[in-house]
């Protein structure tokens, strides 16, 4: 199908598998996030809130939309995956995919809240940085841009997490002091009896939603994931969607190329105007190229990959000159850049059904096993006393409220890091910072610091090492 010998084909299938055991392991490792609350606050039984939450796992990632598979996809610039040589291409697959899935399960036998957005981010940027050093490179093949945006998604939703559930906290004691709902809510659970069916209704619902957003945003990195490893290997077949109707192009290139022409060149640097100049001139070649289509299969399969990388290029050029002070456009003018490159970006940025549903069983399945290290970590480590109602709902809905805020924009979170500092959130909020232990903080905080840079070495030392012997 894909044109490729047998040997080939064994290897993008066997980087698929490996791609799909990513995320199944990516599923495992973040069971807890969901259920450790309904497990501990007895709402649900183990064994039923693994299925309920590995069920909406997979309705989550059919509707998350590719966004943040995009992002992740866009992390490492087409100049990466210019060189189509199966070795190398295969090169950079491998790297990325050991790296990843050895961190994960090493950190989830050691019971640590490890997110898996930090480690296949960090691979890729390992990856990138390693793309670099050799010798026939072009330039450091990392968008520092998509990964500064990624970076401060990371960072700021733990402590939007913490913070937010500190206050919601204090609100429901606030309004509930002094009715039995508030004993009720801030009580011990019972060992065994299930909570009075209102709370348990909450409960179950915080979880459900946790489930269904870590789905969206989780499988989008997975999706992202084999969206790279198809474009890698076959790009001829994977560089464009086959099924996006071009006939509207030609005019979106033509008014990019009108635009761009308006431009005063003449406060610009030597460089800008060198890339102001090649953005009009593909524009105006892609609008001749796409004038004469019906359909993307049109296109030669040896072609599909250079209109690729002119589309990234213009769209990357346009948003570079955009921030230029020198470059003045209009408010309309830009606008109408913004849409058709949006527009444009349709025909790149996309993923086959079958991706998706793969990642969708790998999740789902995933997040069915494999759940009690991780989660006892969770409901027993994090706190010094046995998490109550209040704190187990507080906990998720804030990081469902977190996580399908970031989905929306686009932006790739780490399940782990919100829920784990919504729970420490809910403990000290309980009985302040002395309600914490330490020993489990620290561990969970030098996990957070280690990992960005231990797969980013790994994953780029590899990359190196195969490119060397392949």
Known sequence: MFDLDTGSTFLLILC??????????????????????????NTLKPWMAVIWSGSWNFFGVFVGGIGVAMGIVNLLPVETLVDQNMTHSLSMVGALLLTA????????????????????IGSILGVGLAYSLLPDSSGVAVNWAKAEEIGISLLISPLFGFSVTIVLMYLIRVTTR?????????????????????????????????????????????????????????????????????????????????????????????????????????????????????????????????VRKDVMLIDNNINALMKKVEVRLSVRDKEILRNEIKKIRK???????????????????????????????????????????????????????????????????????????G????????????NLQPDTIRNIVIAWCLTLPVVMVMAGTLFLLFRAIS
């Open 347 to 421: 025909l790149t940025d996309y993923s086959p059904r079958w991706v998706i549903m793969l990642i969708s069983l790998s999740l789902g399945l995933g997040t069915m096993i494999g759940w009690k290290r991780i989660v006892k970590t969770v409901g027993e480590k994090i706190g010094k006393e046995h998490l109550t109602y209040a704190q187990g709902a507080s906990a998720e809905l804030v990081a469902a409220m977190t996580i399908g805020l970031s989905s929306s924009f686009s932006w790739p979170v780490s399940t782990t890091h919100v829920l784990s500092s």
């Open 16 to 41: 698929l598998l490996a791609a799909c055991s990513f995320e199944f392991v990516n599923g495992f490792h973040d069971t807890a996030n969901a259920v450790a609350t309904v497990i501990y606050t």
């Open 178 to 306: 002094k009715s039995p709902t508030g004993e009720m809510l801030f009580a011990e659970p019972h060992k065994k009896d299930p909570p009075p069916w209102w709370i348990r209704s909450i409960l179950l619902i915080t979880c459900t939603l946790v489930s269904f957003f870590h789905g969206s945003n989780d499988g989008q990195k997975g999706i992202g994931l084999i969206m790279l490893i198809l474009i890698g290997i076959v790009p001829s077949y994977f560089a464009l969607d086959r099924t996006f109707d071009p006939t509207s192009l030609p005019s979106s290139f033509y008014k990019v190329q009108n635009i761009i022409g308006q431009i005063d060149s003449s406060s610009l640097s030597k460089f800008d105007k060198a890339q102001l100049l090649e953005t009009k001139r593909m524009a105006g070649d892609l609008s001749t190229v796409f004038l004469s289509l019906k359909t993307v299969n049109e296109i030669p399969q040896n072609q599909k990959f250079i």
């Open 423 to 434: 729970i420490a959130g809910s403990m000290v909020a309980s009985k302040g910072v002395k």
């Open 101 to 120: 899935i050895f961190w994960n399960l090493l950190t989830w036998y050691l019971g640590l809240p490890c997110s898996s957005s930090h480690t296949l």
